[in-house]
């Protein structure tokens, strides 16, 4: 008994609950007399513990009995006597001290472990299976893990073998003769044979050289390709997808490419060996078609007309008359030379950007960024977008997206310069302002209304943007000197507190020097500068007790009102806080009627299961009116759930309180093998293996209220 760890208070509550006098109510635990009257009221932590290490259980007429564990217990505390047991401020200490070494766990599984079990009893043997088949769980995942990860590398090498294997044989492809199947010419789009030899990827060939002088030879080439020297349309064209939005077709050694058309947005666009942008392929779901690819390419490689709608206007633009003779004018002298002037539309709105990603090798597996803007020629970029002499310099990406991701970075830096750009007049105007680093400074804290004077100075607060509270002080005649030069203007915000903001001139000046110090256009002096007074007057320090007239009125006033705001944000708070308590601590009228149905002797199963999840909605959104679901976990015994997390709308999630959870503890979950299908239906989601389940709460009222409406029309 004293390994137990007991005080007199459990023993006291497993004797009543021994003697039948332990019931739970609606609000916690009370002792009940052999009448049938109501005692005292009973600690229901006290109760939840006893009853999660096994002493206690529920039973179905609401009362809580003594479990075999919990007779054997009071049987040994009233042999030991008070001797053994200990000080419940001691005890209680100790259960808080297991609940913190098991704060991961839930509150019930931290009850459970809070108190020994008894040695050789019920809740041991029950703890030992449980523990035995998770081991056994355990080693048949391991198991299977084992047998999974055997497949996987097994998979894998057959694989790399495969792999190789291929290789090996495309070395061996590349490293044959490059002949067709006579062995004459070298291969030649014309031959049947060396078209085969290019479908297998081996395309690039050579035309048939012109003027060969074996006249036999030939003839011999020409009688084995059955005489179709001339077959347009019908030459191999193989197409490779290079990258996910770059493809190569190749037709007599030229290689023409088939990128997207205005960006990973825009329509694909088949462009010839020398820039030409010929048509646009169609694709299915973004892929291009290999088919009209083959088609266009053909076509073009023919000089015939390419089916399809032209890439561009250029080519639509060659058939139209100029527009000058079109309405009757002649198309020779000035008017024909402006027009020659007008860029085409694809020359006009097809300007190359000025920084680019330009691959190193064929097979672009290495791209660097280059640019335009930082000399008379194109210059590679380093990591860090700076222009570098030689290409060696240069960071080199291993993708294409890497790269392109580099140019979109350097592109906004040369966009954030070119919105800086000043005019000679700008600069000149600016250059007058001649303010130091301190006075650029203290601009830029009055700006951000940072700045209060008060009898001890002038001081800026939260000046620093990785540090909390920084302060500093400043000089006594920076800020009256700003304020006579019209840049800046004062107001009272309390007693003996002024605070400062910049008027449109300050504003505009601090916009014009900030642009100017960006682009280097000024340099700053190492002292203030005394600008030209826009203000008469000397300025009133606080320091010296000078006011202007009516500031001690306008403080009060300002000071006043906001206390006054805070005094109605207070008491605003403070109802509404009385409100949602008052709204807790009150039972609603769904929540009475399903306690009082719950009561009823003729509910079958899966009614009591419907109520039950109907009590849990009401209640939880008793206590917080924003839930939506909630979290039921296994308790102590298989048939036992409860409550352990509450989530809302977004997902946030809150642990229950401990009042939600004394009234939850009233009414059992009644969540059985036998009415799981019916949980179920009520749950956005259920994890059988560990016993969770996520109850919709919402699903669970209007359930209830369905359930209610059946059994009052019985």
């Known amino acids: 008994m004293a390994a137990l760890g007991w005080c007199a208070e459990f023993v006291d509550t497993l004797r009543l609950a021994v003697a039948g006098g332990l019931k739970s109510e609606g609000s916690g635990f009370r002792a009940v007399a052999p009448d049938g009257r109501t005692g005292q009221r009973v600690k229901g932590e006290r109760v939840r513990l006893l009853a999660r290490c096994g002493y206690l259980a529920r039973h179905a007429s609401g009362l809580v009995v003594a479990t075999e564990d919990g007779h054997e217990a009071l049987r040994l505390a009233e042999a030991a006597g008070p001797g053994v047991l200990h000080d419940e401020?001691?005890?209680?200490?100790?259960?808080?001290?297991?609940?913190?070494?098991?704060?991961?766990?839930?509150?019930?599984?931290?009850?459970?472990?809070?108190?020994?079990?008894?040695?050789?009893?019920?809740?041991?043997?029950?703890?030992?299976?449980?523990?035995?088949?998770?081991?056994?769980?355990?080693?048949?995942?391991?198991?299977?893990?084992?047998?999974?990860?055997?497949?996987?590398?097994?998979?894998?090498?057959?694989?790399?073998?495969?792999?190789?294997?291929?290789?090996?044989?495309?070395?061996?492809?590349?490293?044959?003769?490059?002949?067709?199947?006579?062995?004459?010419?070298?291969?030649?789009?014309?031959?049947?044979?060396?078209?085969?030899?290019?479908?297998?990827?081996?395309?690039?060939?050579?035309?048939?050289?012109?003027?060969?002088?074996?006249?036999?030879?030939?003839?011999?080439?020409?009688?084995?390709?059955?005489?179709?020297?001339?077959?347009?349309?019908?030459?191999?064209?193989?197409?490779?997808?290079?990258?996910?939005?770059?493809?190569?077709?190749?037709?007599?050694?030229?290689?023409?490419?088939?990128?997207?058309d205005g960006g990973r947005d825009g329509p694909w666009i088949v462009v010839s060996p020398d820039g030409e942008r010929i048509a646009h392929p169609s694709a299915i779901n973004d892929d291009p078609s290999a088919g009209d690819i083959r088609d266009i390419v053909g076509a073009h490689a023919e000089g015939n007309p390419v089916p399809g709608h032209p890439g561009d206007s250029e080519r639509a633009a060659d058939g139209v008359a100029a527009p000058e003779v079109q309405t009757g004018e002649s198309a020779d002298g000035s008017d024909a030379d402006e027009a020659a002037d007008i860029p085409a539309s694809a020359d006009a709105y097809n300007t190359p950007t000025p920084t680019r990603a330009v691959a190193l090798d064929i097979r672009e597996t290495k791209w660097v960024a280059e640019c335009d803007r930082h000399g008379p020629v194109s210059t590679a970029l380093s990591k860090y977008g700076d222009p570098v002499a030689d290409v060696s310099a240069a960071f080199v990406y291993t993708s294409r997206n890497e790269a392109d991701d580099a140019v979109r970075l350097h592109l906004y830096r040369h966009a954030a310069q070119d919105t800086d750009a000043m005019t000679p007049d700008d600069i000149d105007a600016t250059q007058s302002l001649n303010f130091s680093r301190d006075q650029w400074r203290a601009l830029g804290w009055l700006r951000e209304g940072k700045v209060r004077e008060t009898a001890d100075g002038f001081t800026a607060f939260d000046i620093s943007s990785d540090k909390a509270d920084v302060s500093a002080k400043i000089n006594k005649q920076?800020?009256?000197?700003?304020?006579?030069?019209?840049?800046?203007?004062?107001?009272?915000?309390?007693?003996?507190?002024?605070?400062?903001?910049?008027?449109?001139?300050?504003?505009?000046?601090?916009?014009?020097?900030?642009?100017?110090?960006?682009?280097?256009?000024?340099?700053?002096?190492?002292?203030?500068?005394?600008?030209?007074?826009?203000?008469?007057?000397?300025?009133?320090?606080?320091?010296?007790?000078?006011?202007?007239?009516?500031?001690?009125?306008?403080?009060?006033?300002?000071?006043?009102?906001?206390?006054?705001?805070?005094?109605?944000?207070?008491?605003?708070?403070?109802?509404?806080?009385?409100?949602?308590?008052?709204?807790?601590?009150?039972?609603?009228?769904?929540?009475?009627?399903?306690?009082?149905?719950?009561?009823?002797?003729?509910?079958?199963?899966?009614?009591?299961?419907?109520?039950?999840?109907?009590?849990?909605?009401?209640?939880?959104?008793?206590?917080?009116?924003g839930a939506t679901s909630v979290?039921?976990?296994?308790?102590?015994?298989?048939?036992?759930?409860?409550?352990?997390?509450?989530?809302?709308?977004?997902?946030?999630?809150?642990?229950?309180?401990?009042?939600?959870?004394?009234?939850?503890?009233?009414?059992?979950?009644?969540?059985?093998?036998?009415?799981?299908?019916?949980?179920?239906?009520?749950?956005?989601?259920?994890?059988?293996?560990y016993g969770v389940y996520w109850l919709d709460l919402q699903a669970a009222m209007d359930a209830g209220r369905a359930a209610l409406a059946m059994l009052n029309h019985h």
């Not at 403080?555 to 944000?569: L, R, Y």
């Not at 308590?581 to 002797?601: F, H, Q, S, Y």
């Not at 946030?652 to 009415?675: C, F, M």
């Open 631 to 689: 979290r039921l976990d296994e308790g102590s015994n298989d048939d036992e759930r409860h409550v352990s997390r509450t989530y809302n709308v977004n997902g946030v999630e809150k642990p229950i309180t401990a009042e939600a959870d004394d009234t939850l503890s009233t009414i059992p979950a009644n969540l059985t093998d036998a009415t799981a299908d019916t949980w179920h239906a009520l749950c956005t989601l259920v994890d059988e293996r």
């Open 89 to 260: 401020a001691d005890v209680m200490a100790s259960v808080r001290k297991a609940r913190r070494t098991r704060q991961w766990d839930s509150h019930a599984g931290q009850d459970a472990h809070a108190l020994p079990v008894l040695p050789g009893g019920g809740e041991e043997r029950r703890r030992l299976a449980v523990a035995r088949k998770g081991m056994e769980r355990a080693a048949v995942e391991a198991e299977k893990t084992r047998k999974r990860i055997e497949a996987l590398m097994r998979r894998a090498r057959i694989r790399d073998r495969r792999e190789t294997s291929r290789e090996a044989a495309r070395e061996a492809e590349r490293a044959a003769p490059r002949r067709c199947c006579r062995g004459v010419w070298p291969l030649d789009w014309r031959c049947g044979e060396c078209r085969e030899l290019a479908a297998r990827g081996i395309e690039d060939f050579p035309a048939l050289p012109p003027g060969d002088s074996d006249s036999k030879t030939q003839q011999d080439h020409d009688n084995h390709t059955e005489g179709h020297t001339d077959m347009a349309g019908k030459r191999p064209i193989p197409v490779k997808r290079i990258t996910g939005f770059l493809l190569h077709a190749t037709t007599r050694g030229q290689v023409y490419t088939i990128v997207k």
């Open 478 to 625: 920076r800020v009256p000197g700003l304020r006579l030069a019209g840049f800046v203007m004062v107001y009272a915000v309390a007693p003996g507190v002024r605070a400062f903001a910049l008027t449109d001139d300050g504003e505009h000046a601090l916009r014009q020097w900030s642009q100017a110090m960006r682009i280097g256009a000024v340099t700053e002096p190492k002292k203030d500068t005394k600008h030209t007074a826009a203000k008469d007057g000397p300025y009133r320090w606080l320091s010296a007790g000078d006011t202007w007239p009516g500031e001690v009125k306008a403080a009060q006033a300002a000071a006043d009102a906001e206390t006054k705001g805070e005094a109605e944000a207070a008491a605003l708070r403070e109802a509404e806080e009385e409100r949602a308590a008052l709204k807790a601590a009150t039972p609603t009228a769904d929540e009475i009627a399903v306690t009082d149905a719950l009561g009823r002797e003729d509910l079958d199963d899966n009614a009591a299961a419907l109520l039950s999840a109907a009590y849990i909605g009401h209640v939880i959104t008793r206590y917080r009116p």
